[in-house]
């Protein structure tokens, strides 16, 4: 995903996502407070950074997205999304 704000953009990667926020990774520390537009092809969601924290392989980056630019799985679902409510169905089946 692309994350860009008002000076600048870089690469991220997604770690979590739900529908009011998301968790990304890069190599750049991001701007708490900067409002940011995160783009995956034709995809485009709008957000605040909350928090970023430093570690040892780059930043931890937390971000509420805006009110009218929420995620579901109808708009976007992620490459390696584990989604823990088909984990649940499948878990409540019978063995046969």
Same mark, same amino acid.
């Given at each position: 995903?692309?994350? #860009?704000? !008002? %000076?600048?953009? &870089?690469?991220?990667?997604? %770690?979590?996502?739900? %529908?009011? =926020? *998301?968790?990304?990774?890069?190599?750049? +520390?991001?701007?708490? =407070?900067a409002d940011? !537009?995160? @783009? *995956?092809? @034709?995809? *485009?969601?709008? =957000?605040?950074? %909350?928090?970023?924290?430093?570690? $040892?392989?780059?930043? @931890? &980056?937390?971000?509420?997205? *805006?009110?009218? #630019? &929420?995620?579901?799985? +109808?708009?976007? @679902?992620?490459?390696?999304?584990? $989604?823990? #409510? +088909?984990?649940?169905?499948? +878990? #409540?089946?019978?063995? &046969?």
């Open positions: 995903m692309t994350l #860009s704000w !008002e %000076e600048g953009a &870089t690469i991220v990667n997604l %770690e979590e996502i739900h %529908e009011t =926020g *998301c968790v990304v990774e890069s190599e750049t +520390a991001l701007p708490e =407070g940011v !537009e995160l @783009r *995956c092809g @034709r995809v *485009c969601l709008e =957000g605040k950074i %909350e928090k970023t924290e430093e570690h $040892d392989f780059g930043f @931890r &980056t937390v971000v509420s997205f *805006c009110h009218g #630019s &929420t995620w579901s799985l +109808a708009l976007f @679902r992620p490459e390696h999304l584990l $989604d823990l #409510s +088909a984990m649940k169905q499948t +878990a #409540s089946k019978p063995l &046969t």
